[in-house]
């Protein structure tokens, strides 16, 4: 059962993964924006494709950093709790070379503490 505690700490988590992904990012760690997600993500990049695993997930984030792609922000992010362990992410983004949406970020709570994303669906619009 969800309660209050375990819906705070889910959001907590969250949006900790979140904000560590996105400072990840900005400093160009694409491992780092890696490990944020779990090994067997699912990523689905509209126009790009789909990446599926961490390591797959990695060579996309690199490509992006090494191409000279910086400064994310997310726009207006709204997070849905959907049971005890898993939080729904949406969001407007933008970055120096292209902006978009976020359609689903699912975050799920870990053993540890941490979330990490199991499905990452955004669209690249510029």
Known sequence: MLTNDSNDTLLQAVKLASDKWQ???????????SEQYENNAEMNV???????????????WKKLV???????????PD??????????????????KAAGTISKELWVLQKDGSAKLRVDNFEVNS
């Open 46 to 60: 509209e126009p790009f494709g789909q990446y599926i695993g961490k390591e797959a997930i990695k060579v996309f």
């Open 66 to 76: 090494e191409d000279g792609f910086s400064d994310v922000e997310y726009l207006k």
């Open 79 to 96: 997070i849905k709790v959907i049971d005890e362990t898993s939080a729904m992410l949406t969001s407007g983004w933008k970055m120096n």
């Open 23 to 33: 400072s990840a990012f900005n400093r160009g760690d694409y491992a780092e924006c």
